[in-house]
């Protein structure tokens, strides 16, 4: 599935991946492959992205925010967007 | 005589190292124009994508939501925010703002500036220089130096102070005025109301979009929740805009009279070149024509 990242001052990634786990702001949650149609709040966390195009998993710190999920689409919208280590 | 063609050769001179000052000045107005448009372009998509999310829960939300932004107060403490530039050199495009300023004053909101309760905020230095003598109105001067640093974190913390002081009532209304940027020669002056939310609507939104109307969406948490977190966002990104449309805006303005400048100063030296040749040929005549009628003088004799 496709997944965008994106925040007002850039896109931050965009790009494939098998999973990516959410800060929501009822919880963690994760969003695999076929997943039925979404938009859900985030809150500050750790965004987890795994199996991205290199094979590896990405992690960034991101702000509260949005993600919309749609026919394998990901986008998550967010005022800001940090890699981490 | 050779002291007028001295005089003149000087001004030239001068005139041709302004010309060259404005010809630089214009260059890094056009390269800081070009960086500005970037930064609109790279906005967009997270505009357009923010606002395309809330058409898709207001189609699913029935009827109003309420939402703290768009409470409609009677007006009687106004904020006025007003976007400059920090320096000058850049034609009528600081006073422009600053006009539309002062007719808000005198017309829409006269009662309220005649009762003291209008507070002006300023972005941007050249804002507060046009209206420092006014003891009328509040100056607000916190985020002067805004421009220096335009990145979101720091403009929304700008936004997020005025969308505070509207909850806590300490203004009814909110405007901004701004420079709409169209393209490098036209921006246009314009005054918009940032608050209260006139209405919630998502702009630049294609319905036709088949698959994206139908999607059946599931909210989380709902979407009462989600609009109440949406506005305040889409109303950050909105200020957002405003300052960097303010931005490219000044920097064209800038980049227009710099080019009329030199252009201006073009014109100066042809003339003086002219004043030049012609004080020069008057020079020669009178030599010739003294040497002429002393060698006449002598044959005479």
Redesign the interface.
């Given at each position: 599935m496709n997944v965008e990242i994106?925040?007002?001052?850039?896109?931050v990634y965009e790009g494939e991946a098998s999973g990516v786990q959410l800060p929501?702001?009822?919880g963690s949650f994760e969003i695999l492959n076929n997943h039925?149609?979404?938009?859900?709040?985030l809150q500050n966390g750790a965004l987890r992205l795994n199996g991205a195009t290199n094979g590896t998993s990405l992690t960034w710190n991101i702000k509260?925010?949005?993600v919309?999920v749609?026919?394998n689409h990901i986008?998550v919208?967010t005022?800001?967007a940090k890699k981490a280590e | 005589m050779s002291g007028q063609l001295k005089e003149i050769k000087t001004r030239i001179k001068s005139v041709e190292s302004t010309q060259q000052i404005t010809k630089a000045m214009k260059l890094v107005s056009a390269s800081k124009l070009r960086r500005a448009q970037d930064?609109i372009i790279?906005?967009r998509?997270?505009?357009l994508?923010?606002n395309?999310?809330l058409a898709?829960?207001a189609e699913a939300a029935e009827g109003d939501v309420s939402i703290e932004y768009a409470v409609q107060r009677p007006a009687e403490k106004i904020l006025v925010v007003i976007l400059t530039s920090d320096r000058g050199l850049c034609g009528g495009f600081n006073n422009n703002a600053g006009k539309l300023v002062t007719q808000m004053l005198e017309e829409k909101y006269s009662k309220q500036y005649a009762a003291g309760n209008v507070s002006v905020m300023y972005i941007g230095k050249k804002g507060y220089e046009i209206f420092k003598k006014n003891k009328e109105i509040n100056h607000v001067r916190d985020y002067v130096n805004a421009f220096g640093d335009l990145?979101?974190?720091n403009v929304?913390a700008i936004a997020e102070h005025v969308m505070n002081a509207f909850v806590k009532k300490e203004y009814d209304r909110v405007e901004v005025v701004y420079h709409r940027f169209k393209n490098q020669i036209i921006q246009i002056p314009a005054v918009e109301q940032f608050l209260p939310i006139q209405k919630l609507e998502a702009e630049g939104v294609d319905q036709k979009d088949e698959?994206?109307v139908k999607?059946?969406?599931?909210?989380?948490?709902n979407k009462e929740?989600?609009i109440a977190?949406?506005a305040p966002?889409i109303l950050?990104?909105q200020f957002?805009r405003y300052l960097l449309e303010n931005n490219a805006s000044e920097h064209g303005a800038r980049m227009t009279a710099m080019d009329n400048a030199t252009e201006n100063a073009e014109e100066l030296i042809k003339d003086l070149k002219i004043k030049f040749n012609r004080a020069r040929q008057a020079a020669i005549t009178t030599q010739i024509v003294e040497i002429v009628s002393g060698a006449a003088a002598l044959q005479g004799d």
């Open positions: 994106l925040t007002p001052d850039k896109l929501g702001v009822g039925a149609p979404l938009i859900a709040a509260a925010g949005f919309e749609l026919n986008i919208l005022e800001g | 930064r790279k906005m998509p997270y505009a994508k923010l395309e999310i898709n829960i990145s979101f974190d929304s698959n994206k999607a059946d969406f599931e909210f989380e948490p929740e989600l977190e949406l966002k950050k990104t957002y």
